[in-house]
């Protein structure tokens, strides 16, 4: 369970900073973002089709898995223009620590116990699969950034060390 409580002090902020404008962010929202795109196609297009031809279980299962996979990717893609408005300076750090800005329940990331998953379509499979990739990157991430704050103390000295030349350098 995410501790709701968690605030950003000074170094957690630059941590939620410096992800929002590193590499790893970009490569990171651009994926997501695709994949939401890839998924809408999808589900709107192929995956409509092919849920026509599914046995009514099988339809079932596929309903409760597209819902499932959009629900992780509207998720995902949340927690992202989270990042991206600290990036462009529209939110400070220590908002997107507020747990409505949070990534979710990590249920809907676990896969169903339907029957007739096997059934599914390819496409589908697909998309799930690399949904909960994504998912429990971003997971990581937040985990990383909001829950699993370092300890920055003398007992700590690369840490130490990281906090007295962003300070000598103006918090560069």
């Known amino acids: 369970m995410i501790d709701a409580n968690v605030t950003a002090g000074p170094q957690n902020a630059a941590v939620i900073q410096d992800f929002a404008r590193s590499e790893l962010f970009d490569r990171t929202f651009q994926e997501g ?3 939401v795109e890839e998924t809408a196609a999808y589900l ?9 031809q599914l046995s009514r279980n099988a339809a079932l299962a596929y309903a409760a898995e597209s ?7 509207m998720q995902v893609a949340s927690w992202l223009l989270v990042q991206r408005a600290v990036r462009e300076g529209d939110m400070p750090p220590e ?13 809907v990331s676990d896969g169903g116990d339907l029957d007739d998953v096997d059934q599914l379509p390819v496409g589908l499979m697909t998309l799930l ?10 997971r990581r991430l937040d985990r990383r950034m909001y829950v699993d704050i370092p300890v920055h103390d003398e007992s700590h000295t690369v840490l130490a060390q990281f906090d007295r030349l962003r300070t000598a350098f103006g918090g560069l």
């Open 44 to 52: 709107d297009g192929a995956g409509r089709q092919e849920s026509k």
């Open 95 to 107: 908002s997107a620590c507020e747990e409505r800005y949070r990534l979710g329940a990590e249920q």
């Open 33 to 35: 973002m695709e994949l």
């Open 129 to 138: 699969d690399r949904s909960e990739r994504l998912y429990d990157r971003v």
């Open 67 to 73: 819902m499932r996979l959009t629900t992780r990717l």
